[in-house]
């Protein structure tokens, strides 16, 4: 209590820490770093809320970059725990080549001279490297443990299109792989494909078959085929990796009716499934494109979310929580980037779990860069916020 007391900053009213951490539990996370830096004792009850009160949940980013000269670039970020969008303010990402995601949490630009990538959860911390020695336009880019593994996507000159080669952190060096099996020949890029990435291996699905294969990066080898069967007439398969297990979302087409369904899939055995939910009608509605309906899904996935957009009509995503002992939660997300912005820039979208010490990290690495305070503040007019600096 002694310690409580000369904790406590001067004018500062005694909170019982019960109830302080179910006060906290009610703020957005953006606003518990500040809350955290009050005091020890505030500290302790900020720590404690997100621990059994309100655990952050995987928040999802999205990067805009220009398609012209100089190729600007913007971040933001959206926190399902508050329905909140965050604007991050900070100096536009070094152009290299197009920012690319093979739908996972790397983002990445590959040019010719150079391979620069970054893993972190708002990509601040950039790694730039010689690039692979095969010239690649649309690889397939992913992280699988303490590997980058770049596969297929080359350009039609290299004589083997079906190329993989991977980069290891620790000796920071390439090593080339056995080939992407040969099925793959004619659909060898990320567009083609869906990527999902466990800390062992990287699994590959083709978006129209389910065909899937996966690559060990430590044997540098591929599995035998497998196609994933969920007993569904599914005719475009997304896979992501949540909750220890392989989600598949399928794009089903019963009675000329336009589904969408989520199973999960034994990562160890990919003969065995489990149903986790359809969604709503009212939700598919969001997705459907006014010319095209939905022919094609996008997904991101971490921990117990998923984020779902349609490519051709990325006005609102809808994200489903899954629900630990059954079921699912649904809800819409609109995209805060307009149509005619969306002309101008290239959308990627990535998922990642953000806590308070990943955004006390970019709060304090914007402060030496930039010598000054940080601060959130809203933005007027809409309902979110910006993380200015």
């Known amino acids: 209590m ?25 703020v957005p996370l953006v606003y518990l770093v500040s809350a955290a830096d009050v005091s020890r004792s505030w500290g302790s009850a900020v720590d404690s809320s997100l621990r059994h009160h309100n655990k952050p949940k995987p928040w999802l980013i ?27 303010r ?20 590959v040019s010719p001279s150079r391979f620069s990538f970054s893993s972190d959860p708002f990509n601040f911390t950039w790694c730039h490297v010689d690039p692979p020695l095969v010239w690649r336009t649309d690889p397939i880019v992913a992280r699988v443990g ?15 299109p079906l190329a993989v080669e991977i980069y290891s952190l620790g000796t920071q060096s390439w090593c080339a792989c056995e080939s992407m099996p040969g099925i793959f020949k004619d659909s060898a890029a990320s567009q083609w ?30 599995s035998e085929p497998i196609v994933l069967n969920p007993g569904q007439p599914v005719f475009h398969f997304n896979i992501g990796y949540a909750m220890e297990k392989l989600i598949l979302v399928g794009l089903c087409r019963i009675e000329d009716v336009e589904l969408v369904q989520i199973w999960s899939f034994d990562p160890e ?3 065995e499934y489990e149903e986790i939910g359809n969604m709503p009608p009212e939700f598919v509605h969001k997705l459907r494109s006014e010319s095209f309906g939905i022919s094609s899904l996008k997904i991101c996935a ?26 699912c939660r649904w809800w819409s997300v609109p995209n805060l980037v307009g149509r005619e912005e969306m002309m101008m820039n290239q959308l990627v979208f990535l998922c990642s779990k953000v806590g308070i010490d990943e955004l006390r990290r970019v709060m304090k690495h914007e402060c030496k860069e930039h010598d000054s305070a940080a601060s959130l503040r809203p933005v007027e007019g809409e309902r979110d916020f910006v993380l200015s600096l």
């Open 90 to 109: 900070k100096p536009s990402i070094k152009h290299v080549a197009a920012l690319r995601s093979s739908h996972s949490s790397l983002l990445y630009m």
């Open 146 to 160: 303490e590997f980058v593994v770049v596969a297929g996507g080359a350009c039609d000159f290299e004589e083997d």
């Open 62 to 88: 999205l990067h805009t970059q220009g398609t012209r000269h100089p190729h600007a670039t913007t971040t933001q970020a959206y926190d399902p725990c508050s329905k909140l969008w965050i604007r991050i």
């Open 302 to 327: 971490s921990e117990d979310i998923v984020y779902m957009y349609n490519p051709s009509e990325v006005s609102e995503l809808v994200a489903c929580e899954i629900v630990h002992g059954g079921g």
């Open 193 to 222: 494909q869906s990527v999902a990435a466990t800390a062992e291996k990287l699994i590959i699905t083709d978006n129209k078959s389910g065909l899937t294969h996966w690559f060990d990066p430590e044997t540098k080898s591929w």
């Open 269 to 271: 055995d990919l003969s």
């Open 2 to 26: 002694a310690d409580e007391e000369e904790d406590k900053p001067a004018g500062e009213v005694g909170i019982c820490s019960d109830v302080l951490e179910t006060i906290l539990s009610h």
